[in-house]
Protein backbone atom coordinates (compact mmCIF):
# COMPACT_ATOMS: atom_id res chain seq x y z
CA UNK A 1 0.00 0.00 0.00
CA UNK A 2 1.32 3.50 -1.05
CA UNK A 3 1.07 6.82 0.45
CA UNK A 4 -1.23 8.78 -0.60
CA UNK A 5 -0.38 12.15 -0.78
CA UNK A 6 -0.51 12.12 -4.73
CA UNK A 7 -4.43 12.76 -4.58
CA UNK A 8 -3.90 16.25 -2.54
CA UNK A 9 -3.25 18.86 -5.37
CA UNK A 10 -0.92 21.74 -4.48
CA UNK A 11 -4.35 23.65 -3.75
CA UNK A 12 -5.26 22.00 -0.58
CA UNK A 13 -2.61 23.97 1.55
CA UNK A 14 -4.37 26.87 0.24
CA UNK A 15 -7.42 25.99 1.83
CA UNK A 16 -8.95 28.04 5.00
CA UNK A 17 -12.40 27.29 6.05
CA UNK A 18 -13.08 29.66 9.32
CA UNK A 19 -13.65 28.37 12.65
CA UNK A 20 -12.18 24.24 11.22
CA UNK A 21 -8.49 23.37 12.35
CA UNK A 22 -7.06 21.40 9.93
CA UNK A 23 -4.23 19.04 10.29
CA UNK A 24 -2.67 16.25 7.81
CA UNK A 25 0.26 13.59 8.63
CA UNK A 26 2.77 13.02 5.76
CA UNK A 27 0.88 10.13 4.24
CA UNK A 28 -2.29 12.58 3.56
CA UNK A 29 -4.37 11.24 6.46
CA UNK A 30 -6.43 14.16 7.51
CA UNK A 31 -7.98 15.68 10.71
CA UNK A 32 -10.48 18.50 10.91
CA UNK A 33 -11.12 19.89 13.91
CA UNK A 34 -14.59 21.74 13.75
CA UNK A 35 -13.90 24.47 16.59
CA UNK A 36 -16.43 27.16 15.94
CA UNK A 37 -19.11 26.29 13.64
CA UNK A 38 -19.52 29.46 12.27
CA UNK A 39 -20.56 31.36 8.79
CA UNK A 40 -17.93 29.78 6.80
CA UNK A 41 -19.02 26.25 7.08
CA UNK A 42 -23.19 27.08 7.22
CA UNK A 43 -22.67 28.92 4.19
CA UNK A 44 -20.69 25.90 2.01
CA UNK A 45 -23.97 23.88 3.61
CA UNK A 46 -26.82 26.02 2.13
CA UNK A 47 -24.43 25.83 -1.58
CA UNK A 48 -23.93 22.26 -1.33
CA UNK A 49 -26.75 20.88 0.68
CA UNK A 50 -29.14 20.38 -2.42
CA UNK A 51 -26.20 18.34 -4.92
CA UNK A 52 -25.89 16.41 -1.80
CA UNK A 53 -28.89 15.48 -1.18
CA UNK A 54 -30.36 14.93 -4.97
CA UNK A 55 -27.16 14.84 -6.56
CA UNK A 56 -25.65 17.83 -8.46
CA UNK A 57 -27.00 16.97 -12.16
CA UNK A 58 -30.26 16.34 -10.23
CA UNK A 59 -30.26 19.49 -8.32
CA UNK A 60 -29.23 21.63 -11.35
CA UNK A 61 -32.85 21.09 -13.01
CA UNK A 62 -35.50 23.93 -12.12
CA UNK A 63 -37.93 21.97 -9.83
CA UNK A 64 -39.69 22.87 -6.81
CA UNK A 65 -38.79 19.62 -4.76
CA UNK A 66 -34.81 19.80 -5.70
CA UNK A 67 -35.62 23.92 -3.94
CA UNK A 68 -33.10 24.75 -0.82
CA UNK A 69 -36.35 25.29 1.38
CA UNK A 70 -37.88 21.86 0.02
CA UNK A 71 -34.51 19.76 0.67
CA UNK A 72 -34.28 21.23 4.77
CA UNK A 73 -37.59 20.05 4.85
CA UNK A 74 -37.06 16.64 3.59
CA UNK A 75 -34.03 16.59 5.79
CA UNK A 76 -35.72 17.57 8.95
CA UNK A 77 -38.56 15.14 8.42
CA UNK A 78 -36.27 12.50 8.25
CA UNK A 79 -33.72 13.43 10.85
CA UNK A 80 -36.33 14.49 13.54
CA UNK A 81 -37.98 10.77 12.96
CA UNK A 82 -34.52 9.16 13.86
CA UNK A 83 -33.45 7.56 17.25
CA UNK A 84 -29.83 9.76 18.87
CA UNK A 85 -27.67 7.32 17.17
CA UNK A 86 -28.93 7.53 13.82
CA UNK A 87 -29.38 11.58 14.06
CA UNK A 88 -25.67 11.73 15.14
CA UNK A 89 -24.73 9.61 11.96
CA UNK A 90 -26.58 11.75 9.70
CA UNK A 91 -25.13 14.97 10.62
CA UNK A 92 -21.82 13.22 10.39
CA UNK A 93 -22.55 12.30 6.85
CA UNK A 94 -23.75 15.76 5.96
CA UNK A 95 -20.24 17.10 7.36
CA UNK A 96 -17.97 14.40 5.49
CA UNK A 97 -20.30 15.64 2.16
CA UNK A 98 -19.57 19.03 3.18
CA UNK A 99 -15.89 19.28 4.00
CA UNK A 100 -14.58 16.35 1.86
CA UNK A 101 -14.98 18.14 -1.82
CA UNK A 102 -12.58 21.21 -0.44
CA UNK A 103 -9.94 18.69 1.22
CA UNK A 104 -9.52 16.20 -1.85
CA UNK A 105 -10.05 18.17 -4.84
CA UNK A 106 -9.20 15.11 -7.01
CA UNK A 107 -11.75 13.27 -5.91
CA UNK A 108 -15.58 13.33 -6.98
CA UNK A 109 -18.69 12.01 -5.27
CA UNK A 110 -20.87 9.92 -6.74
CA UNK A 111 -23.35 9.43 -3.88
CA UNK A 112 -26.70 11.13 -3.54
CA UNK A 113 -27.37 11.73 0.53
CA UNK A 114 -31.65 11.05 0.59
CA UNK A 115 -32.18 7.62 0.07
CA UNK A 116 -34.49 7.50 -2.80
CA UNK A 117 -37.29 4.80 -2.32
CA UNK A 118 -38.81 6.07 1.27
CA UNK A 119 -37.99 8.65 3.93
CA UNK A 120 -35.50 7.03 6.09
CA UNK A 121 -31.40 6.63 6.44
CA UNK A 122 -29.50 5.60 2.61
CA UNK A 123 -28.97 2.27 2.58
CA UNK A 124 -25.71 0.80 0.38
CA UNK A 125 -22.52 2.56 0.60
CA UNK A 126 -22.26 6.04 2.62
CA UNK A 127 -20.00 7.70 -0.23
CA UNK A 128 -18.41 6.64 -2.93
CA UNK A 129 -15.89 8.58 -4.32
CA UNK A 130 -14.07 8.50 -8.06
CA UNK A 131 -10.82 10.05 -9.01
CA UNK A 132 -11.51 10.94 -12.70
CA UNK A 133 -8.56 11.43 -13.70
CA UNK A 134 -7.00 8.48 -12.06
CA UNK A 135 -10.25 6.34 -13.02
CA UNK A 136 -10.21 4.93 -9.62
CA UNK A 137 -13.00 4.00 -7.09
CA UNK A 138 -12.76 5.03 -3.74
CA UNK A 139 -15.66 3.61 -1.03
CA UNK A 140 -16.27 5.63 2.37
CA UNK A 141 -17.95 4.71 5.59
CA UNK A 142 -18.57 7.11 7.99
CA UNK A 143 -18.83 6.02 11.66
CA UNK A 144 -20.30 8.91 13.88
CA UNK A 145 -20.64 9.05 18.12
CA UNK A 146 -19.23 10.16 21.62
CA UNK A 147 -16.20 8.61 23.04
CA UNK A 148 -17.13 6.55 26.87
CA UNK A 149 -16.24 8.03 30.34
CA UNK A 150 -13.48 5.40 29.94
CA UNK A 151 -11.70 6.35 26.88
CA UNK A 152 -9.75 9.38 25.48
CA UNK A 153 -10.74 11.17 22.02
CA UNK A 154 -7.86 9.33 20.17
CA UNK A 155 -9.00 6.28 21.87
CA UNK A 156 -13.07 6.64 20.96
CA UNK A 157 -11.92 7.69 17.20
CA UNK A 158 -9.95 5.05 16.51
CA UNK A 159 -12.73 2.61 17.60
CA UNK A 160 -14.75 4.70 15.39
CA UNK A 161 -12.24 4.24 12.33
CA UNK A 162 -12.29 0.23 13.06
CA UNK A 163 -16.40 0.64 13.11
CA UNK A 164 -15.85 1.99 9.69
CA UNK A 165 -13.28 -0.17 8.34
CA UNK A 166 -15.32 -3.36 9.74
CA UNK A 167 -18.09 -2.85 8.45
CA UNK A 168 -16.81 -1.89 4.95
CA UNK A 169 -15.15 -5.13 4.36
CA UNK A 170 -18.42 -6.62 5.75
CA UNK A 171 -20.19 -5.09 2.61
CA UNK A 172 -17.45 -6.07 -0.22
CA UNK A 173 -17.49 -9.51 1.77
CA UNK A 174 -21.25 -9.90 1.51
CA UNK A 175 -21.18 -9.87 -2.24
CA UNK A 176 -24.39 -7.88 -2.23
CA UNK A 177 -24.78 -6.80 -6.23
CA UNK A 178 -27.50 -4.29 -4.76
CA UNK A 179 -25.21 -2.36 -3.54
CA UNK A 180 -23.80 -1.03 -6.94
CA UNK A 181 -27.18 -1.12 -8.58
CA UNK A 182 -27.55 1.35 -5.90
CA UNK A 183 -24.85 3.31 -6.68
CA UNK A 184 -25.04 3.08 -10.36
CA UNK A 185 -28.34 4.75 -10.02
CA UNK A 186 -26.84 7.45 -7.80
CA UNK A 187 -24.10 8.41 -10.32
CA UNK A 188 -26.35 9.71 -13.16
CA UNK A 189 -28.44 11.84 -10.59
CA UNK A 190 -24.75 13.32 -9.46
CA UNK A 191 -23.21 13.30 -13.09
CA UNK A 192 -25.81 13.46 -15.63
CA UNK A 193 -26.41 10.82 -18.20
CA UNK A 194 -23.56 12.00 -20.55
CA UNK A 195 -20.99 11.89 -18.59
CA UNK A 196 -21.91 9.00 -16.62
CA UNK A 197 -20.75 6.30 -18.94
CA UNK A 198 -17.68 6.29 -17.51
CA UNK A 199 -17.93 5.88 -14.09
CA UNK A 200 -20.42 3.13 -14.00
CA UNK A 201 -18.06 1.11 -16.26
CA UNK A 202 -15.28 1.15 -13.24
CA UNK A 203 -18.28 0.73 -10.55
CA UNK A 204 -19.27 -2.19 -12.53
CA UNK A 205 -15.90 -3.78 -12.27
CA UNK A 206 -15.51 -3.27 -8.74
CA UNK A 207 -18.85 -5.13 -8.42
CA UNK A 208 -19.43 -9.07 -7.31
CA UNK A 209 -20.80 -9.49 -11.34
CA UNK A 210 -16.54 -9.55 -11.76
CA UNK A 211 -15.75 -12.65 -9.43
CA UNK A 212 -12.02 -11.76 -10.32
CA UNK A 213 -11.92 -8.42 -8.24
CA UNK A 214 -14.86 -9.21 -5.12
CA UNK A 215 -12.18 -9.19 -2.47
CA UNK A 216 -11.70 -5.89 -0.14
CA UNK A 217 -7.98 -5.98 -1.17
CA UNK A 218 -9.09 -4.85 -4.53
CA UNK A 219 -10.63 -1.78 -3.55
CA UNK A 220 -9.86 1.76 -2.13
CA UNK A 221 -11.01 2.86 1.12
CA UNK A 222 -11.86 6.28 2.76
CA UNK A 223 -12.46 5.71 6.21
CA UNK A 224 -14.13 8.69 7.92
CA UNK A 225 -14.94 9.01 11.11
CA UNK A 226 -16.80 12.00 13.45
CA UNK A 227 -15.80 12.44 16.88
CA UNK A 228 -18.79 14.91 18.96
CA UNK A 229 -16.03 15.98 21.83
CA UNK A 230 -14.96 18.94 23.57
CA UNK A 231 -12.00 20.91 22.09
CA UNK A 232 -10.72 20.72 25.53
CA UNK A 233 -10.09 16.99 24.70
CA UNK A 234 -8.71 16.88 20.98
CA UNK A 235 -8.14 14.33 18.64
CA UNK A 236 -3.99 13.69 17.38
CA UNK A 237 -3.25 13.67 14.23
CA UNK A 238 -0.57 10.96 15.67
CA UNK A 239 -3.99 8.38 16.12
CA UNK A 240 -4.98 8.75 12.60
CA UNK A 241 -1.44 7.57 11.84
CA UNK A 242 -1.72 4.81 13.98
CA UNK A 243 -4.61 3.36 12.43
CA UNK A 244 -3.34 4.26 8.85
CA UNK A 245 -0.20 2.05 10.01
CA UNK A 246 -2.30 -0.98 11.38
CA UNK A 247 -4.24 -1.05 8.15
CA UNK A 248 -1.24 -0.64 6.20
CA UNK A 249 0.47 -3.67 7.61
CA UNK A 250 -2.99 -5.85 7.83
CA UNK A 251 -3.58 -4.66 4.17
CA UNK A 252 -7.14 -5.24 4.36
CA UNK A 253 -7.50 -2.99 1.49
CA UNK A 254 -5.75 -1.83 -2.14
CA UNK A 255 -5.46 1.70 -0.52
CA UNK A 256 -6.63 3.72 2.15
CA UNK A 257 -7.37 7.77 3.31
CA UNK A 258 -8.37 8.09 6.89
CA UNK A 259 -9.96 11.24 7.32
CA UNK A 260 -11.60 12.48 11.04
CA UNK A 261 -13.54 14.97 12.16
CA UNK A 262 -13.76 16.66 15.51
CA UNK A 263 -17.02 18.51 16.63
CA UNK A 264 -18.57 19.22 19.97
CA UNK A 265 -21.80 18.80 19.16
CA UNK A 266 -24.04 17.45 16.56
CA UNK A 267 -27.31 19.34 17.80
CA UNK A 268 -26.16 22.66 16.61
CA UNK A 269 -25.81 21.76 13.11
CA UNK A 270 -29.49 20.48 13.09
CA UNK A 271 -30.21 23.68 14.73
CA UNK A 272 -29.26 25.55 12.08
CA UNK A 273 -30.63 23.84 9.64
CA UNK A 274 -33.83 24.22 11.62
CA UNK A 275 -33.34 28.23 12.10
CA UNK A 276 -33.05 28.04 8.11
CA UNK A 277 -36.31 26.41 6.95
CA UNK A 278 -37.94 28.61 9.33
CA UNK A 279 -36.37 32.16 7.45
CA UNK A 280 -38.65 33.61 4.95
Not at 28 to 47: H, Y
Not at 112 to 134: A, P
Amino acid sequence: MRCLLYILKCEWWGVSIEGVVIEQSEEGNTLCKVEDFGDALKQRIRQNLTAIAHGAATAAEPILQYSYKHTLKSFLERYSSKDENTQKGMIGELLSHVLIPDLFQDLTSLSVYFNKEERSIKKGFDIIYCNLSEKTTWYSEVKSGHKSANDNSDQANAILLERASTDLRTKFSEGRDSLWNSALTDVTLVLGSEKAVTVKQLLSRDSPLNEANISSQDKNALLISVLYETPENPVSIGCLQGFFNELKKNGHFKEVIVFSIQKEAYQSVATFLEEEAQDD
